[in-house]
């Protein structure tokens, strides 16, 4: 099981990134994906998940609106878009597999993931 997350960069405030998250070793209607980050000097934290039906959807209050996941289950990657970008969103992101709930639900608890992927950096300027 390996997950690849990319597409991190520098950007202004205001702006948008696409992070990807390729998956190998599993499909993804087997696992509920969750997206992380954790910024310096900081716990990991939630952003949003996707049910491993695709059907469930969580987004922290934080970036709630501006970001959206989706998933594509030919290329098995799932996205992470990001629109209205602030500096308090600079983190390394990462994303991660669990199978911990239900097929049509997810939590954004970094403890119920079980594989995680490396991660990607977001950097954003005022």
């Known amino acids: 099981v390996q997950l690849q997350a990319s597409g991190g960069g520098l950007v202004q405030a205001g702006g948008s990134l696409r992070l990807s998250c390729a998956v190998s070793?599993?499909?993804?209607?087997?696992?509920?994906i969750g997206w992380f980050r954790q910024a310096p000097g900081k716990e990991r934290e939630g952003v949003s998940c996707?049910?491993?039906?695709?059907?469930?959807?969580v987004y922290v209050d934080s970036v709630k609106g501006r970001f959206a996941m989706s998933r594509d289950k030919a290329k098995n990657t799932v996205y992470l878009q990001m629109n209205g970008l602030k500096p308090e969103d600079t983190a390394l992101y990462y994303c991660?597999?669990?199978?911990?709930?239900?097929?049509?639900?997810?939590?954004?608890?970094?403890?119920?993931?079980?594989?995680w992927g490396q991660g990607t950096l977001v950097t954003v300027s005022s």
């Open positions: 991660a597999a669990g199978s911990t709930w239900s097929v049509h639900s997810c939590r954004v608890t970094v403890t119920d993931y079980q594989y």
């Open positions: 070793g599993f499909t993804l209607t087997n696992y509920a």
């Open positions: 996707i049910s491993s039906r695709g059907d469930g959807k």
